[in-house]
T-cell receptor
């Protein structure tokens, strides 16, 4: 068990570019969550998967955001046409179904310039 | 939407002092959790509470799930410098495992 791994740890991108982040959950965990955290705030729910199915998406997740979890293992979060307001820490977490105390990764800090 | 009000926003205390922070909501939650986050890292789970009225300890940390299911508190006894960080409460109310987080309490400990 190596914990939840996120890549990259930091990403600086120009406004209008597309970015993709990867999350590798704890191997036996069937649920995977994406959260976004801005400075001075708690994490905000974006979306979650159970196995490969995306079961819920927040209204925060605009059309420019898309997440996938092919084969129910790792997940990717893509942001198209980035805007300065997308600058945040993007956190991934995983758990077993029915458990709230999930494990977070270290996050990907996105800066849009 | 659901919101959690966490207080205080920040605390600056002397090493050895006890600390108390709380979280309130206008909505009922089935689960309350407390996380700690250090700079540049993701939140780490400290305590999970699953029943109204439940009191749970983890070392020097004690947390309680309020009877009304709308609040929770976290106590840290005999604080030490490594307790420094941001403490978040989080509530869960659905089968999805989705959590609503408070705004955090920043704790600083003076040696």
């Amino acid at each position: 068990d190596t914990g939840v791994s996120q890549d990259p740890r930091h990403k600086i991108t120009k406004r209008g570019q597309n970015v993709t982040f990867r999350c590798d959950p704890i191997s036996e965990h069937n649920r995977l969550y994406w959260y976004r955290q801005t400075l001075g705030q708690g994490p905000e729910f974006l979306t979650y998967f159970q196995n490969e199915a995306q079961l819920e998406k927040s209204r925060l997740l605009s059309d420019r955001f898309s997440a996938e979890r092919p084969k129910g293992s790792f997940s990717t979060l893509e942001i198209q046409r980035t805007e300065q307001g997308d600058s945040a820490m993007y956190l991934c977490a995983s758990s077993l179904a029915g458990r709230y105390g999930y494990t977070f990764g270290s996050g990907t800090r996105l800066t849009v310039v | 939407g659901q919101q959690l009000n966490q207080s205080p926003q920040s605390m600056f205390i002397q090493e050895g002092e006890d600390v108390s922070m709380n979280c309130t909501s206008s909505s009922i939650f089935n689960t309350w959790l407390w996380y700690k986050q250090e700079p540049g890292e993701g939140p780490v789970l400290l305590i999970a509470l699953y029943k109204a009225g439940e009191l749970t300890s983890n070392g020097r940390l004690t947390a309680q799930f309020g009877i009304t299911r709308k609040d929770s508190f976290l106590n840290i006894s005999a604080s030490i410098p490594s307790d420094v960080g941001i403490y978040f409460c989080a509530g869960g109310s659905s089968n999805t495992g989705k959590l609503i987080f408070g705004q955090g309490t920043t704790l600083q400990v003076k040696p």
